[in-house]
């Protein structure tokens, strides 16, 4: 089943139940963008060895690759500030 993502949210509880049965791939400005799995199927691809997400932290192996940087770059932040906050609209 193919539905957008608009009509995935609208009509989520429905998703849920269609997705216990099959996948439901979710469209977003008209291109495959997620698949909606039950928590079987889900198991089922780990059980398998099927990498569903990177393993390790990537933000903690940049951190610790750059470590001296990563900390003085927020020592600036802190002490002077970000470049440019004043212009930004939030």
């Not at 989520?12 to 469209?27: D, F, K």
């Not at 039950?38 to 990498?51: F, K, N």
């Not at 600036?76 to 609209?89: N, S």
């Amino acid at each position: 089943m193919h539905v957008s993502a608009t009509e995935a949210k609208n009509r989520l509880g429905q998703m849920l139940e269609h997705c216990q049965r099959e996948p439901v791939t979710i469209e977003k400005s008209g291109r495959r963008h997620s698949v909606l799995l039950s928590a079987a199927q889900y198991d089922a691809l780990v059980a398998a060895g099927r990498p569903v997400r990177a393993k390790g932290d990537p933000g903690r192996e940049f951190y610790e690759k750059y470590k001296d940087w990563v900390d003085e770059q927020n020592r600036m932040v802190e002490q002077y500030g970000i470049p440019g906050e004043e212009f930004r609209t939030w």
